[in-house]
């Protein structure tokens, strides 16, 4: 195993303290068109914490697609798309307003696959975020790299979408997805810059952020659970561009619920789970 085999990079750890400032849970509340006013105290909704903690590499380190170089505490993966994939969340004490906080996060997993479409790597970091209160959310975020679309191979074929009990539709514009870019800091061309998606990607529109189609299964079940979240995971199936409409869905199992996004055409793009 040489020093750029990533696997190497298993065990590493990373601490960093950030405060819950109001500002953009604030922001985070108008892109959901719901404003209002945040104060000291009040609670951090549930997918809040993606909005801290965020990466600061200079413009001088970020590699053409927008990402840091790679090779930081993440490791040195030697292939070009990078998605999160999905994770899996445990709530365990709630956020407020005003909390200082500190976050270690521990790479837990990395595995190499060979798949239809050519090599993969995924990377699973764990998360421990602590507070005033002791430890809040424990997560585990997924990430995968993969190959440039080898010509000729056909995309994967999403299965349909089931019905459920609650449902919204979405309409993913170019400026939903920039400010939930610049939220985020997230300087990742996929979600903003058209001609670097199609022209180099490959992709036929603009990419909504998986963390975007959590954060709104996480705001569809907030108002149908009645209850303080207990613990939450997803998984990303398909992409979802900006070319049309998609919809969020649930289905409520009792103390428990199924969560799920569908493209206009009723495909399956991402699943999830949330108890209370």
């Known amino acids: 195993m040489t020093r750029e085999d990533p696997r190497a990079w298993i065990g ?58 790679r090779g930081g505490f993440l490791p040195p993966v030697d292939l070009p798309r990078r998605m999160w994939a999905g994770g899996r969340l445990a709530f365990h004490e709630p956020l407020r307003i005003g909390d200082a906080l500190v976050r270690i996060s521990t790479i837990k997993d990395v595995t190499l696959k060979e798949g239809r479409s050519g090599r993969l790597c995924f990377v699973t970091v764990e998360h421990a975020i602590a507070g005033p209160r002791g430890v809040s959310i424990v997560e585990a975020h997924d990430i995968v790299y993969r ?12 299965k349909p979408a089931p019905q459920g009990d609650w449902r919204r539709q979405i ?13 985020t800091f997230n300087g990742h061309r996929i979600h903003y810059d058209r001609s670097y998606v199609t022209e180099v990607e490959g992709y036929p529109g603009l990419v909504v952020h998986g963390p975007l189609q959590a954060t709104l299964l996480l705001d569809l079940i907030g108002e149908q659970a009645g209850a303080p979240l207990k613990s939450f995971s997803f998984r990303a199936l398909h992409p979802v561009f900006d070319l049309m409409p998609f919809a969020i869905h649930g289905r409520n199992n009792g103390g428990s619920a199924a969560l799920w996004v569908a493209d206009h055409q009723g495909a399956l793009c991402m699943e999830a789970e949330a108890s209370w």
């Open 12 to 69: 590493r750890c990373e601490e960093v303290a950030d405060r819950i400032e109001p500002g953009p849970i604030a922001r985070l509340f108008a892109l959901l068109d719901k404003p209002r006013d945040v104060r000291l105290g009040d609670l951090v909704p549930p997918g809040g914490h993606w909005l801290y903690f965020l990466p600061l590499a200079p413009q001088a380190d970020l590699a053409e697609d927008g990402h840091p170089r």
């Open 147 to 158: 190959e440039a679309p080898r010509p000729g191979v056909p995309a994967s074929v999403p």
């Open 171 to 183: 309409t993913p514009t170019a400026v939903l997805l920039f400010r939930y870019s610049a939220l």
